[in-house]
């Protein structure tokens, strides 16, 4: 059974960086796709960023503007999202999702089809 474990949240300012774990078990396909996403009180859930065991390229939300990176440890079967210049719109629960997927071209099919964690909380503030 696929199990995932974040980690690496926290309180952080402006500015600030935090580096969330996923860290993945059970897995038995031979790849998937694992993004992470977000949601903060009262919004909708949205989509961070993803990226396929097979080519290990990320896609990330227009909002990320180039200050988070998400990758992955082979050997350890974790991914990361490195997270840079937070803002405080950026404080919201961080979930990371996976799903047995090859090809990826959006991150829309792990948030509807994949297994979730139980969320790391980011908080942005001063």
């Known amino acids: 059974q696929l199990r995932l474990v974040e980690s690496g949240g926290g309180l952080v300012q402006p500015g600030g960086s935090l580096r969330l774990s996923c860290a993945a078990s059970g897995l038995t396909a031979d790849y998937y796709g694992i993004g992470w996403f977000r949601q903060a009180p009262g919004k909708e859930r949205e989509a961070v960023s993803c990226i396929s065991t097979y080519y290990d390229d990320g896609i990330y939300a227009d909002f990320v503007q180039g200050r988070f990176t998400i990758s992955r440890d082979k050997a350890n079967n974790t991914v990361y999202l490195q997270m840079n210049n937070l803002k405080p719109e950026d404080t919201a629960t961080y979930y990371c999702?996976?799903?047995?997927?090859?090809?990826?071209?959006?991150?829309?099919?792990?948030?509807?089809?994949?297994?979730w964690g139980q969320g790391t909380q980011v908080i942005v503030s001063s």
């Open positions: 999702a996976a799903v047995a997927i090859k090809y990826l071209i959006s991150c829309r099919y792990i948030g509807i089809e994949g297994s």
